[in-house]
């Protein structure tokens, strides 16, 4: 399990108090992360490419995103990694390396962080900088709303007893608990150790993937503007971030003892993490079980989880050029509703048009955005996959290994450009998934079908042209008038 699932409404023992939810000002934490990324790289001298680039489209590639064959594949178990992890890129939007220089040597942050009016209150207040650009770290403690990192026995203890934690799953960087009603997936970075293998996240890393979940939970239809152009509930809700500093906590230690006396966890035992240790933590909602353990029941439930799946990509798509690009079945958590009635519904907003979709009764949500790319109308935020030739190693045939390298093929490494094919390839990989797990009513027609949709994947663009395929017709209701719904045009 790369990432784990996590409970839907969170409280906290601190207390005694219900913790009221936390609303992030996106808009005012990216303005200071960039102009941290336009400082550090004036500094740095050519640490990160920076174009001008428009809002939406963002990067024209000069690769080209022709066929390429269809193979058979089977889903690996994840390798161990060589010690080495790709770097997450960043390209700034609307600045060129003139504009850089000139922010930097006109505009102090202090000032810059004034002008932006942020009206996000601090969990402690955080001490002014001197006129010098924040560090990753000190953006990252301030998109944390703190002053200092806090221990992982105070932040559990906000949401749990501690002695009721439970280690849920792990992946190659972090742990996930259930803790409560929620379920924090923990995270070591910045240290010098190993972490199963692996070199440790660094700061700027870990803000971009904060940055990257907070775009995400802004698409939510319970999030912002309740009259946005695009909108969706398909990506885990990241309900907050916490800094922390020191030994693993022995709660969590005898909580991932359980798991690993049941399991046999690939990870390094936690008990060797330093006193001087960091990690984030990001504070989920609860998605369910991964699609590798869930059994779907029939056709109708596999239908709609490829078309939950197909909608959230096709919005995350059309409002931030979003690519998750490694969607294997451990990415993608299932819950269902066990009420006889399953006259369910989900609502998304497509380029404007507000669309509800019949769900049969159940819910996926989409988790761990390591390898995603993102346009967050300041940035792209992309991982240069180039730097892990491992990954498009896989066995000859493997679903998953296949489906990476399809991915370099879309891109030709160009893996800061917009490439929504990517997406294209996951859904003909999910739908292999199904074929494969065979759900228990499953029949030959039902299987001609799924094969039938996914031939015709082959020849789509994006997941948006994907929601237009006819295998969704009779699931797609307008919400005004709930007839069956067309798609926006392109």
């Known amino acids: 399990m790369e990432e784990s699932p996590s409970p839907k409404n969170f409280g906290t023992w601190a207390g005694g108090m219900e913790q009221s939810l936390i609303v992030h000002d996106l808009p005012a934490i990216l303005e200071r992360w960039k102009i941290f990324k336009l400082a550090r790289c004036a500094a740095s001298n050519q640490l990160f490419d920076i174009m001008e680039?428009?809002?939406?489209p963002s990067v024209i590639s000069n690769c080209s995103t022709e066929n390429y064959p269809e193979k058979g594949y089977r889903t690996p178990e994840k390798d161990r990694g060589s010690g080495m992890h790709p770097t997450r890129r960043t390209i700034l939007s609307g600045y060129t390396n003139e504009s850089t220089k000139n922010i930097a040597g006109e505009t102090s942050i202090v000032t810059s962080f004034s002008e932006l009016n942020i009206e996000e209150p601090p969990?402690?207040?955080i001490p002014s900088s001197s006129g010098e650009a924040l560090t990753a770290f000190a953006q990252l403690l301030m998109v944390c709303r703190q002053s200092a990192p806090a221990t992982l026995a105070d932040v559990f203890s906000a949401y749990c007893k501690l002695d009721s934690i439970v280690k849920l799953g792990e992946?190659?960087?972090g742990e996930a608990y259930r803790a409560g009603s929620t379920v924090c997936k923990v995270v070591p970075f910045d240290g010098d150790s190993l972490v199963n293998g692996e070199t440790q996240k660094k700061s700027e890393e870990v803000l971009e993937e904060a940055l990257l979940c907070l775009t995400l939970n802004n698409l939510r239809t319970d999030q912002g503007d309740k009259g946005k152009d695009h909108s969706c509930d398909g990506f885990i809700e990241t309900k907050d971030f916490w800094?922390?500093?020191g030994p693993y906590d022995p709660s969590l230690i005898s909580a991932w003892e359980?798991?690993?006396?049941?399991?046999?966890?690939?990870?390094?035992?936690?008990?060797d993490f330093s006193n001087d240790q960091h990690y984030i933590i990001f504070v989920q909602a609860d998605g369910g079980r991964d699609l590798e353990k869930f059994a779907l029941l029939d056709y109708n439930e596999a239908r709609s989880l490829l078309l939950q799946v197909t909608a959230s990509l096709a919005v995350a798509e059309s409002a931030c050029e979003f690519e998750h690009r490694d969607l294997h079945w451990g990415n993608i958590l299932l819950a269902r509703d066990e009420m006889s009635n399953k006259d369910h519904t989900m609502s998304i907003t497509l380029q404007g048009k507000r669309i509800r979709a019949r769900t049969f009764g159940l819910t996926i949500s989409i988790i761990d955005f390591t390898l995603s790319r993102i346009n967050?109308?300041?940035?792209?935020?992309?991982?240069?996959?180039?730097?892990?030739?491992d990954l498009f190693k896989g066995p000859k045939g493997d679903k998953q290994a296949e489906t990476y390298r399809k991915m370099k093929q879309i891109t030709k490494e160009c893996w800061e450009g917009s490439f929504p094919k990517t997406n294209v390839v996951w859904l003909i990989y999910l739908v292999d998934?199904?074929?494969?797990?065979?759900?228990?009513?499953?029949?030959?027609?039902?299987?001609?079908e799924l094969r039938s949709f996914k031939k015709r994947l082959s020849s789509c663009g994006s997941a948006r042209d994907c929601l237009a395929d006819p295998i969704f017709r009779d699931l797609l209701l307008e919400e005004e008038n709930v007839r069956p719904s067309a798609m926006p045009p392109l």
Do not use: M
Request: with cysteine; net charge negative; charged share 30%.
């Open 171 to 173: 992946g190659t960087y």
């Open 433 to 448: 998934i199904v074929l494969q797990k065979k759900y228990e009513a499953c029949n030959s027609t039902d299987e001609r």
């Open 243 to 245: 800094v922390c500093k």
């Open 258 to 271: 359980d798991w690993d006396s049941k399991h046999e966890s690939e990870n390094d035992h936690p008990k």
């Open 53 to 56: 680039t428009p809002l939406i």
């Open 123 to 125: 969990r402690t207040s």
């Open 376 to 389: 967050t109308g300041n940035a792209i935020l992309f991982l240069d996959l180039s730097e892990d030739p």
